[in-house]
């Protein structure tokens, strides 16, 4: 059974740059697609972007001039950084497997869930 | 619109059945998977590929969808099944997931 875990700073200051990093661990980041998913105080789920272990990758359009999301495959973990940050920027923080078909995709597997502060 | 449209709020009576619904254009082209999430914990995925479920999913649970409204409906529901359920499905531009807003669920 795979498990994802997030790891990286809770509490990050203003326009400086949020980086957690995913950690896979029973099964291999070189198959399926690999998202990272937020949501803030009071709201609903946010897709930020999802990578592939090949590099490929895919964000949310709204946060792309943002957004970088990479995959290691030799540590079996991938990334999320998402530059000048605000307050709107707090909230917890997933990172997800996604399964994909051909009518249809789904997250089938969830890190517990990083929550992340933006403040001074 | 490339949105999911969800009812914020619905309530059942313990044992009886409810039907949570997700619209929007983006049904026409990917199935919605549905997610179960309770307050302080991660996502569950309960239903996929229109009726599909996980291991370990009660078969309670089921999926369904017409146009562009997908439905999650539970049969029999239970005191455990109270939480917020959230649609999600593919925008066909740009590999972009869309999350519905969720509907929390009150057993009564």
């Known amino acids: 059974q795979v498990q994802l875990r997030e790891s990286g700073p809770r509490l990050v200051t203003p326009s400086e740059t949020l980086s957690l990093t995913c950690i896979v661990s029973?099964?291999?980041?070189?198959?399926?697609?690999w998202s990272w998913i937020r949501q803030s105080p009071g709201k609903g789920l946010e897709h930020i972007g999802s990578v592939y272990h090949s590099g490929i990758n895919y964000y949310n359009p709204s946060l792309r001039s943002r957004v970088s999301i990479t995959a290691d495959t030799s540590k079996n973990q991938f990334s999320l950084s998402l530059n000048f940050v605000t307050a709107v920027d707090t909230a917890v923080y997933y990172c997800a497997r996604v399964v994909i078909s051909g009518s249809w995709d789904a997250f089938d597997s969830w890190g517990q869930g990083a929550e992340v502060t933006v403040s001074s | 619109s490339s949105g999911l449209t969800q009812d914020s709020a619905v309530s059942v009576a313990l044992g009886q059945t409810v039907r949570i619904t997700c619209q929007g254009d983006i049904l026409r082209d990917y199935y919605a998977s549905w997610y179960q999430q309770k307050p302080g914990q991660a996502p569950v995925l309960v239903i996929y590929g229109n009726n599909f479920r996980p291991s370990g999913i009660p078969d309670r649970f089921s999926g369904s969808t017409s146009g562009t409204t997908a439905s999650l409906t539970i049969t029999g529901a239970q005191a455990a099944d109270e939480g917020d359920y959230f649609c999600?499905?593919?925008?066909?531009?740009?590999?972009?997931?869309?999350f519905g807003a969720g509907t929390w669920v009150t057993i009564l």
């Open positions: 999600v499905s593919r925008d066909t531009i740009g590999h972009h997931y869309v």
């Open positions: 029973g099964g291999s980041i070189s198959d399926y697609l």
